[in-house]
């Protein structure tokens, strides 16, 4: 596919006038590129009355340039999941206004009245509605693309419209191949060296992140957002959007779940590192703690709704398989969270909870403590009962 990159803002500014008529007094608009993402162009529209975002993809990974090429076929994915996602949780994500797929480019809904979650968190922001919000995003937006809601031709039609392998591959190796061995394109910081060669020795680890990683490339569940971070995750006191699902595909459930709880305990990892008064940091611990046990509650009882209410099949709705299957996703979300805090920990893929604390001894000491709990959420996952076991396993490290 041909690419063709917006030259100028002049073509951007034309590309949304043509496309949308979202703006009548056109002489006093201006284009600033607002993304801070790894991979693609975002740029804000704006008369400062009304705005707009725009976000075009480029065939190749922005932060590493023309070397990791990249299908530009992600951006339809992305326009055409949170149209997906918008049909059942609209509250929690921008409306898409248009998509051009000449020029790998779509037109959505500013949400610059909202954070970035990892800076919030970061900011220790109260988020009191936090969890119950993501669990309510993650309930909707699994159920309504399984086998619990669609029937076989829809699923199997939906599996195959999703296949997104460049992206798939991204997270094949930054997740579960780099931070498991002494690879290139790792970044450690120097005192975490001893800590990361031991990790590297850990067989019994090495087998369980190979259990999870074949889940993750062969269990065509539902619709993953699919790159759940805190940077994807975007909040105001009252409200939550989540955005960038470049990376959806058929994956399992516990991906998604577990991807944002990770993050949420990456930020509990830095804490004591980040500056600030201690009992703030420590309030703010158990403030994380409350947040992963609302996500998960609202998502049990959200999910098990939905089954009563929609799901047709006579034995996907019997309770005991529900519950059964309710429960494994727990465990798994466990194993996914320990690889989302190792990789971020000693991966490429760095995240300011941890990289924003200067000195590089204080932040090995929040990095020791994030690979120790990640090893352990992958090792344990499947004695990790409840929110309440995870808090006792988090507070033992
Ligand atoms: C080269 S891309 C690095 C990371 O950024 C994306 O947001 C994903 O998390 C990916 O793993
Ligand atoms: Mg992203």
């Known amino acids: 596919m041909t690419h ?7 073509e951007i500014i034309e590309f949304v006038l043509t496309n949308t008529e979202l703006f009548t007094d056109t002489s006093a608009l201006r284009v600033e590129e607002i993304g801070d993402g790894n991979i693609n162009f975002v740029y804000r529209i704006t008369n400062d009355q009304k705005s707009v975002i725009v976000k075009q993809a480029l065939p190749y990974v922005r932060i590493i340039g023309e070397g990791w090429p990249l299908s530009l076929d992600r951006i ?3 326009a055409q ?16 206004y248009y998509f051009d797929q000449a020029r790998s480019a779509f037109i959505m809904e500013d949400i610059g009245d909202h954070e970035n979650l990892r800076h919030a968190l970061i900011a220790r922001r109260p988020l009191p509605e936090l969890g119950r919000h993501l669990g309510e995003f993650l309930a909707e937006s699994l159920f309504h693309t399984s086998d619990f809601y669609l029937d076989t031709y829809q699923k199997k039609a939906a599996v195959a419209d999703y296949i997104n392998p460049d992206l798939c591959k991204i997270t094949e190796e930054l997740f579960f191949w780099d931070p498991f061995c002494d690879h290139e394109r790792n970044s450690v910081n120097p005192p975490l060296q001893e800590a990361a060669q031991a990790l590297w020795q850990d067989d019994l680890l090495k087998v369980e992140a190979a259990k999870l990683k074949y889940h993750f490339m062969n269990d065509a569940q539902a619709l993953l957002h699919a790159d759940l971070h805190a940077g994807s995750v975007f909040v105001k006191a009252d409200g939550t959007k989540v955005i960038d699902p470049e990376f959806a595909f058929y994956g399992p459930m516990s991906f998604d779940i577990g991807s944002i709880i990770g ?3 990456i930020n509990f990892s830095g804490q004591l590192g980040l500056e600030g008064d201690l009992d703030e940091k420590q309030a703010y611990r158990e403030f994380l703690l409350t947040q992963i046990d609302n996500l998960w509650s609202t998502f049990v009882m959200r999910f098990k709704a939905l089954v009563s209410k929609k799901c047709k099949d006579p034995v996907f ?4 398989f529900v519950d059964a299957f309710i429960a494994q996703t727990w465990h798994e979300s466990m194993g996914y969270a320990g690889t989302e805090i190792i990789r971020r920990t000693i991966g490429l893929a760095h995240v ?3 990289d924003s604390i200067e000195d590089i001894n204080t932040r090995a000491v929040s990095e020791k403590f994030a690979l120790d709990l990640g090893s352990a959420l992958i090792k344990q996952r499947q ?15």
């Open 4 to 10: 063709a990159k917006f030259a100028n803002d002049a």
């Open 76 to 78: 339809r994915i992305e």
């Open 81 to 96: 999941c949170l149209k997906e996602e918008g049909t059942w949780a609209a509250e929690y994500v921008p409306v898409v």
């Open 263 to 265: 993050n949420l305990l």
């Open 317 to 320: 709705s019997a309770a005991a």
């Open 352 to 354: 300011a909870d941890l």
């Open 383 to 397: 004695d990790i009962k409840s929110p309440q076991v995870l808090k006792a396993l988090v507070q033992a490290i």
